[in-house]
């Protein structure tokens, strides 16, 4: 007879036959005998491997939500997994979800600079698959490219002479992601929360 180790126990081998494995290393055993008592063995260790890779971005990818003044966004990627990383890709989308350009390693880690890139909304994310073609991402990050300046309108006061020492300050400004105004008011820099009066001595002021 011949029978063989399924896992769970010893089991009489009446031809070809699935069994279920867990995910994991394993070992089967087989052994046969003879009429005569001759008893031989052998046996063949596998496999299972159902878990996709861990895949993590690391310094220097930017964090989500970030607004960047340049053209290029770095993304570092690794990747780890028991049966080993076959390939890592870097994707980058714009704004509609259009991929932009994606770069592909043979490695357990992926570094790679977009550049090129205009201002905008771009995501970055990246997959990496094992060698048994399991498949992992890491999560989408949003990142912004903003290299225009805010446009800055001085309405009040005029390019001309006035009679009063006190003068209006009114300031115009536009942009996509404006952070703070401030003005040299004649003696420091002061932030400007709207609209207000100051007052001058009186001579030629900028």
Same mark, same amino acid.
């Given at each position: 007879?011949? &029978?063989?180790?399924? *896992?769970?126990?010893?089991?009489?081998?009446? *031809? @070809?036959?699935?069994?279920?494995?867990?995910?994991?290393?394993?070992?089967?055993?087989? &052994?046969?005998?003879?009429?005569? #008592?001759?008893?031989?063995?052998?046996?063949?260790?596998?496999?299972?491997?159902?878990?996709?890779?861990?895949?993590?971005?690391?310094?220097?990818?930017?964090?989500?939500?970030?607004?960047?003044?340049? /053209?290029?966004?770095?993304?570092?990627?690794?990747?780890?997994?028991? $049966?080993?990383?076959?390939?890592?890709?870097?994707?980058?989308?714009?704004?509609?979800? /259009?991929?932009?350009?994606?770069? $592909?390693?043979? /490695?357990?880690?992926?570094?790679?600079?977009?550049?090129?890139?205009?201002?905008?909304?771009?995501?970055?994310?990246?997959?990496?698959?094992?060698?048994?073609?399991?498949?992992?991402?890491?999560?989408? +990050?949003?990142?912004?490219?903003?290299?225009?300046?805010?446009?800055?309108?001085?309405?009040?006061?005029?390019?001309?002479?006035?009679?009063?020492?006190? #003068?209006?300050?009114?300031?115009?400004?536009?942009?996509?992601?404006?952070?703070?105004? &401030?003005?040299?008011?004649?003696?420091?820099?002061?932030?400007?929360? *709207? @609209?207000?009066? +100051?007052?001058?001595?009186?001579?030629?002021?900028?």
């Amino acid at each position: 007879k011949v &029978w063989f180790f399924n *896992g769970t126990a010893n089991e009489i081998y009446n *031809g @070809q036959v699935y069994r279920e494995f867990s995910e994991g290393q394993h070992t089967i055993t087989v &052994w046969a005998n003879d009429t005569a #008592r001759n008893t031989n063995q052998t046996q063949v260790t596998f496999t299972i491997d159902l878990s996709a890779p861990t895949v993590t971005f690391v310094t220097p990818t930017p964090t989500t939500n970030s607004i960047y003044n340049q /053209s290029f966004i770095d993304t570092n990627v690794t990747a780890t997994d028991s $049966s080993g990383i076959d390939t890592i890709i870097n994707y980058i989308y714009n704004s509609v979800g /259009s991929l932009v350009d994606s770069q $592909s390693a043979k /490695s357990s880690n992926n570094y790679y600079n977009f550049t090129g890139l205009t201002d905008g909304v771009y995501y970055i994310n990246a997959t990496a698959n094992d060698t048994m073609n399991n498949i992992g991402k890491t999560e989408t +990050r949003t990142i912004t490219i903003d290299t225009t300046a805010p446009n800055i309108i001085i309405e009040s006061p005029e390019n001309i002479t006035y009679g009063t020492t006190t #003068r209006l300050i009114n300031i115009s400004t536009t942009d996509l992601h404006l952070d703070k105004v &401030w003005f040299f008011n004649g003696t420091a820099n002061e932030i400007y929360n *709207g @609209q207000v009066y +100051r007052e001058f001595n009186e001579g030629q002021h900028t």
